[in-house]
């Protein structure tokens, strides 16, 4: 259109592109799902901390199967749960890498629970994302360990019952009380503030694990507008109104050796 | 180097680290925690890496993990430890990593116990886990031969980029033996070009036990199936024992092989014309030896600890040429010659 001529003759300077660290191909995530926005924010901390080619990724069995090929990273897929596995097998051999997993909640907090109990147990020098969107996303909606009390589900048509299924789990205070972890926080993506905390929390956690202070885990509460039968707008305002009452945002752990990496920055 | 006194786990494990494994993921079970147990001293005496996993399940995805990044790596465990494995043993088939996995089998199903068995025999050749694959199984019958299985297991996984897994029964892993251990070897390996390491001056390597699309994990499929074939077509091992003549063949493994050797040797000494032949590779299995002996055979006998289940393998080979007789011992009982010399001589009475 003719609009285009307009711009002749300003000097042009970028201000934003595409993370080298994050795929150009068109991500098979549903619109308004923050699993994407996520993938974004760990690729620009890859970018920022110049650690692209250095970093190793770890997948799980979700909808976010295909982070590996997301960033631009070497990166393979774990079998349902146990990523944090595969990535100490990485790291034991490999110390010098970043190695990160990324993690649903239903890969994480429920049959993968052991391996990532153990991976903070034992302090392992590994971060992990972990996407808590209150549900099976890429089966379709079933209960997960994080459904809030009462969420109807495909499989709680009636909402989650506490009294027959239990509270929902809450991973980040979970692996804040173990000594091996060494930085803990749960972030969200639903607004600009969210979004500026979330990538903090990301580099605080990637620069922990290279400076062996051990296990990193960083929450974020996100958006499945699909299962949750909301808009993507819709989606954003229930974690914001609802998740976060159960699920408090910000910092549960740092340890000393981490607060000392904030302050020198 | 000179021949000592040596405990089948032990053999095991320290041939392992002459062979030069980079890692060792672990949990203990009985038949073969003093593999576990070697390990957690000399891998870290080597600079090397040993780590005591929470589960079979953690063990053989840190295995896993350790493989994707070029090294050779490696767990140990018996049958209910192995049950747990085999989701990851399907993931790392269809990966194209080697790993060498040593199942240091014991009576079963469930708990069983932890007397010797040949009951994993099914689970272990037929790829035990969900999915088309095999794995390379190598059943040894003297703590000498498990040993040099030990070391062949990790050229063969690395070789072709697959699963070796070695089969003893709870007598390879508990029996002490004169056997001389191989030196320790050079290990000047680089990293392969597939492996993950970051993807330095190069595009990102990827390792995924999946394809989203039909045509994709088809492609796969069929690769992985050439693969196997080849591994068919030049890596069968069996000992042949006196077939050349034998009216009446005997099919056995691991130490039962040893066992029917001497039943073999007596019922010789009777003048029954019987043969031995004692798989070595239980897969890729010996279907073509064993057709061709069972070609001039009136009887093949199968001789398991356990309730028949190499015996099915027997028969696809035989094929109809002679009629197969099973003798088993299930739950940790050890078949003793004498009971199989007897069921060598009622065959050889029967026309
Ligand atoms: C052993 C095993 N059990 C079950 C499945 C099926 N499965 C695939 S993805 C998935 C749930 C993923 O949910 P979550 O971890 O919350 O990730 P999301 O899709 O919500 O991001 C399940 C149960 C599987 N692939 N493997
Ligand atoms: S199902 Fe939910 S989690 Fe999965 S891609 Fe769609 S919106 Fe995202
Ligand atoms: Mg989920």
Known sequence: MDEQIAVVNVQEQLVYARPRALTEETTNYCPGCTHGLINKLIAEVIDELGIQENTISVSPVGCSVFFYRYLVLDGVVAPHGRAPAVAIGIKRMLPDRVVITYQGDGDMAAIGMSEVVWAAMRGENITAFFVNNANYGMTGGQMAPTTLAGQVTTTTPEGRDVETMGMPTRMAELIAGLPGSAYVARCSTYDARTIRDARNAIRLALRAQMAEAGFTMVEFLSACPTNWGLSPQGALQWIKDTMVAYYPLGEIKVSEAVQRLKTKR | ?351
Not at chain 2, 17 to 24: N, T
Not at chain 2, 153 to 170: E, N
Not at chain 2, 183 to 197: F, I, Q, V
Not at chain 2, 282 to 287: A, H, S, T
């Open chain 2, 1 to 351: 180097m000179a021949k000592e006194l040596l405990k089948g786990n032990i053999a095991i494990a320290e041939a392992a680290l002459r062979a030069g494994v980079d890692a060792y993921f672990g949990y203990p079970i009985t038949p073969q925690t003093e593999l576990l147990e070697h390990m957690s001293r000399r891998m870290p005496e080597l600079g090397r890496v040993f780590l005591q996993a929470e589960s079979e399940i953690a063990a053989i995805n840190m295995v896993y993990g350790a493989a994707c990044t070029g090294a050779w790596a490696m767990t140990s465990s018996s049958g209910p430890g192995i049950s747990l494995m085999q989701e990851g043993l399907s993931y790392i088939a269809l990966s194209d990593v080697p790993a060498v996995v040593v199942d240091i089998m014991r009576g079963g199903p469930g708990l069983g116990n932890i007397q010797p068995s040949q009951a994993d025999y099914n689970q272990l050749t037929r790829g035990g886990g969900h999915g088309d694959y095999r794995c390379i199984v190598l059943a040894p019958a003297t703590v000498q031969e498990a040993i040099d299985l030990t070391v062949l297991a990790f050229d063969l996984a690395d070789k072709y980029r697959t699963v070796a897994i070695l089969a003893g029964d709870g007598l390879i892993g508990q029996m002490m033996e004169p056997a001389q251990l191989p030196p320790m070897r050079e290990r000047s390996r680089t990293r392969p070009p597939w492996a993950l390491t970051g993807a330095r001056g190069r595009p990102p390597n990827s390792i995924a036990a999946f394809g989203l699309e039909a045509e994709t994990l088809e492609a796969m499929n069929w690769r992985l199936q050439a693969k196997l074939q080849r591994i068919r077509q030049t890596e069968v091992r069996c000992e042949t024992w006196l077939v050349d003549d034998a009216e009446i063949l005997v099919v056995a493994f691991g130490s039962v092989g040893r066992i029917a050797k001497t039943a073999v040797r007596e019922a010789r000494a009777h003048g029954i014309r019987v043969g031995l032949i004692r798989p070595i590779t239980l897969w890729p299995f010996p279907y073509k030896p064993i057709e061709q002996a069972a070609a001039h055979a009136r009887a093949v006998l199968v001789v398991e600890m356990n309730t028949g289940q190499m015996v099915d393998d027997v028969r696809m080979a035989v094929c109809g040429q002679a009629p197969v007789y099973f003798h088993g011992r299930p739950g940790g009982s050890v078949p003793v010659p004498e009971e199989i010399l007897e069921r060598i001589v009622e065959l050889s009475k029967e026309d």
